[in-house]
């Protein structure tokens, strides 16, 4: 029933932008924590930031603070990620996910989408 789309990766350049949208079905976000990771390969799929039932519950991982953005909106149901000044470091798949409750580690979330790949290029 609880299904999470994301979409919006894509190539890009360094120190381009992306915007990456998580769309969500069968729960109210407002009830949840959302929360974005991204695993490159031959790597653990690793934090990138959360939010919570309220927008000024957030974290962030420290290599993406100051450039990223997570924000939600109750209206479409859904949480956005904006990726500002991107490097090939950047590069991944990155996944959505929900929990019950705010959370940083990806244990505590139950639900998870199939991920969008972001490529940036040097």
């Known amino acids: 029933q609880v299904q999470l789309i994301e979409s919006g990766g894509g190539l890009v350049q360094s120190g381009g932008s992306l915007r990456l949208s998580c769309a969500v079905s069968?729960?109210?976000?407002?009830?949840?924590?959302m929360g974005w990771f991204r695993q490159a390969p031959g790597k653990e799929r690793d934090f990138v930031a959360a939010?919570?039932?309220?927008?000024?519950?957030?974290s962030y991982a420290d290599s993406v603070k100051g450039r990223f953005t997570i924000s939600r909106d109750n209206a479409k149901n859904s949480v956005d990620l904006q990726l500002n000044s991107l490097n090939p470091e950047d590069t991944a798949v990155y996944y959505c996910?929900?929990?019950?409750?705010?959370?940083?580690?990806?244990?505590?979330?139950?639900?998870w989408g199939q991920g969008t790949q972001v490529t940036v290029s040097s």
């Open positions: 996910a929900a929990g019950p409750w705010f959370a940083v580690r990806s244990s505590q979330y139950n639900y």
């Open positions: 069968g729960r109210t976000i407002s009830s949840v924590g």
């Open positions: 939010i919570g039932r309220s927008d000024w519950s957030r």
